[in-house]
DNA sequence: ATACAAGTTCAAGTTGACTTTAAGTCAAGT
DNA sequence: ACTTGACTTAAAGTCAACTTGAACTTGTAT
């Protein structure tokens, strides 16, 4: 399969899919010219990567968890990760509840509201580092503008 | 309160506190002479920022969130925001699950996994957007480097 | 044979959220 | 008067993850 190919069944512009080549996250397995050819598996791979950066990961991280670098290593680390996302699911969790509150709560300003400052509260107590924007309002599937 | 004890009180450096000023996320009352001076319940609101940023939010949407352009849009932001976060948490969940179980999975390679494989098919069903990194290795509560 | 579409490289640009740096201001202490 | 230390600004730098641009190569169609 070609890079165009890829694109199209993977949804991802085929800038990105050799930038993820560059970066050693998928390979392609030979040249026809100067063309770049693929397996149809890296698909499945595309597939783990896109899930696991929607999940929150670094390329660098995603990288890690593929290069088997001792399997035991490599068993602690996803475990490391999971953990990572129970913490992760736990204050998002909060803040959706916060949201929800908040869309219903009749105080004139939230900061005068108690049950609002109590979950500030509480999350003020982990002092954990940002994830990032959430979906804003980019397409979700556009291939390549050709 | 000074912009100093803000950053001490608060966990962020002051060239944190000086860009949320510019961005709007924060005010200073005043200044004397050069130096601004802050509210105390501004260390309220960065904790919300803080709470937000870490659920995913970019600046310019907890920006959003803050200014009222009209109550009612307002609500609605919040719950469109906590649809998304629902999702987001599902997403989550499911990744931490595919993480649990790949730990203990004997195949000789995740694609070999049925469990796993079938995770990742319904995964690749909601085509989403990446949120980003998670914690690394930065520490948690540098104030400054005075 | 030649044009063209679709690939290629390498470098530079983009975005968001900051951080760093250089140069300046100013109140307080000696 | 002068040094110090904490602040100030504006501009530039950084980082990840891409994207874009310019110039080049190739297999296929006319």
Redesign the interface.
């Known amino acids: 399969m070609d890079i165009s190919e890829i694109a199209k069944a993977s ?1 991802l512009p085929a800038s990105t899919l050799r930038y993820y080549e560059e970066k050693g996250l998928i390979q392609s397995y030979g040249r026809s010219g100067l063309r770049r050819l693929f397996h149809a ?1 890296v698909l ?1 791979r595309l ?2 990567i ?9 390329l660098e ?1 995603i990288l890690e968890m593929f290069t088997p670098q001792g399997p035991e290593i490599n ?2 680390l ?2 490391i ?2 953990d ?3 913490r ?2 736990r ?3 909060s ?2 509840d ?3 509150h ?3 709560c009749s105080a004139p300003s ?2 005068e509201c108690p049950k609002f ?1 109590r979950l ?2 509480v ?2 107590k982990n ?10 309002n ?1 397409p ?2 556009k291939a390549q503008k050709t």
Do not use: Y
């Open positions: 949804g598996d499945q597939a783990l896109s899930l696991a950066r929607s999940a929150g990961f670094s991280e068993r602690k996803l475990l990760k999971a990572e996302l129970d992760k699911i204050e998002l969790t803040m959706r916060n949201l929800r908040a869309a219903v939230h900061f400052l500030l509260k999350a003020g002092r954990f580092r940002p994830l990032n924007k959430l979906s804003k980019k979700t599937g």
